[in-house]
T-cell receptor, first 115, second 113 residues
Framework: DTEVTQTPKHLVMGMTNKKSLKCEQH?????MYWYKQKAKKPPELMFVYSYEKLSINESVPSRFSPECPNSSLLNLHLHALQPEDSALYLC??????????????FGPGTRLTVL | GQQLNQSPQSMFIQEGEDVSMNCTSSSIFNTWLWYKQDPGEGPVLLIA?????ELTSNGRLTAQFGITRKDSFLNISASIPSDVGIYFC?????????????FGKGTKLTVNP
């Protein structure tokens, strides 16, 4: 299995809702990432988990809360989002975060719209 | 922060033509990755490069890790309509930790049949 899967594919939520994005990989990778991507822009890193521990938080607002329940799963909990948070949210994984041969593999993304 | 300069920003070509795009940096990188992204989808890894001077092919795609470790190029030969999309270079700088990728701004490729 060489895939990163993400659910849901699309999500529409109001500013008072609480929702979660889910990501899963079964490649035995020990590093997982959340990115945010706006139209016609490159992905922007949000969080990095290494061996199930949060290693990087790129000063992301607290309305985004990541969680890594185990080495295969990564969640992003959303609460009180703003319309400007509407974007494509991408999950990625890599074998580890150090050393060579650490290419990142991306999931298909969740298209989030905040009303 | 570190930046990658990716060019050209966009390309309009006829089917069958060859394409070349490149990325440059002011600092040294130890990894170069090339991704293709279709609208509404996640980036798909095309080629990964790990050594200065390395030349790697994947079908009609060829990419090279520059000798100075500050640049990389991607060539697509005999383009076809399904090559349409946005191509991103990404690199892992030698300084500042190995966890982060730095992305170029992308090259949007349009192929006219």
């Amino acid at each position: 299995d060489t895939e990163v899967t993400q659910t849901p594919k699309h999500l529409v939520m109001g500013m008072t809702n609480k929702k979660s994005l889910k990501c899963e990989q079964h490649m035995g990778h020990r590093a997982m990432y959340w990115y945010k991507q706006k139209a016609k822009k490159p992905p922007e890193l949000m969080f990095v988990y290494s061996y199930e521990k949060l290693s990087i938080n790129e000063s992301v607002p607290s309305r985004f809360s990541p969680e890594c329940p185990n080495s295969s799963l990564l969640n992003l909990h959303l609460h009180a989002l703003q319309p400007e948070d509407s974007a494509l949210y991408l999950c990625a994984s890599s074998p580890s975060t150090s050393g060579g041969a650490n290419e990142q593999f991306f999931g298909p993304g969740t298209r989030l719209t905040v009303l | 922060g570190q930046q990658l300069n990716q060019s050209p920003q966009s390309m309009f070509i006829q089917e069958g033509e060859d394409v070349s795009m490149n990325c440059t940096s002011s600092s040294i990188f130890n990894t170069w990755l090339w991704y293709k992204q279709d609208p509404g989808e996640g980036p798909v890894l095309l080629i990964a490069l790990y050594k200065a001077g390395e030349l790697t092919s994947n079908g009609r795609l060829t990419a090279q890790f520059g000798i100075t470790r500050k640049d990389s190029f991607l060539n697509i030969s005999a383009s076809i309509p399904s090559d349409v999309g946005i191509y991103f270079c990404a690199g892992r700088p030698t300084q500042g930790g190995s966890e982060k990728l730095v992305f170029g701004k992308g090259t949007k490729l349009t192929v006219n049949p």
